[in-house]
């Protein structure tokens, strides 16, 4: 028995002052940029919002750079928020529009269908789940956004991740964040540095966005032939 008591106390001594030690430090997490995966009913959600409110520029930033660009090809210039607004406004006095004001709010998505090309085949389902309703078939695309946050000023600045015209990084030598614009041959155009002092934050999310909207598309397009 006392072979066995001796033995015993050893090994008990020995986790005894092995648990005494400070555990060793664990190794320090590299600090991430912050990212947030959005979802197609989000951004539906938020157009429906923006639509109830008459909030132009929330309905403008649900579509797409791809949705934006067929729309200024078809006009030969550059359309933006201001153009969009025109023709929604001129869109109200369409009775089809002034209906389609009923039945938005009951918009859902009834199918949605991934694509490997960082596209979804939706169907938006307007009215009752079953009788009275319409379905109309929208395309949706995922984009990463980045948006830089600078103190004192009420708005980011902020670009898609592959829109080569415009860029944002930090530099490893003095942590600086420097915003470029570049010309169609990569050559930059306009830049801008801000110390780490005057950052309020910086973040990356990855939203859906409209990017054919079915025959609401057509009714915008169509005042642009």
Known sequence: MRRLILPTACALLCLLLASARPAPAAPKAKAQV????????????????????????????????????????????????????????????????RELRKWMPTAAMRGIRYNKDGTAAVTLRFGAPILFGQNMRVTMINHQLWELWIKGEKQPYWGF?????????????????????????GKVTWRKRWPQSQIQGYRVSTRWYFHNFGSLEKEFTDKLR
Do not use: C
Not at 161 to 185: G, M
């Open 34 to 97: 912050p990212t947030f995966r959005g979802t197609p009913q989000q951004t539906l959600g938020r157009f429906k919002r923006a639509f109830a409110r008459n909030d132009r520029q929330g309905e403008w930033d649900a579509l797409s750079p791809g949705f934006k660009r067929r729309m200024s090809r078809l006009a030969g210039r550059t359309v933006d928020v201001g153009d969009y607004t025109a023709l929604r406004d001129d869109h109200q006095r369409d009775p089809r529009v």
């Open 161 to 185: 991740s592959d829109d080569k015209k415009i860029r944002v990084y930090r530099t490893r030598k003095d942590n600086q964040y420097v915003l470029e614009t570049l010309d169609a041959k």
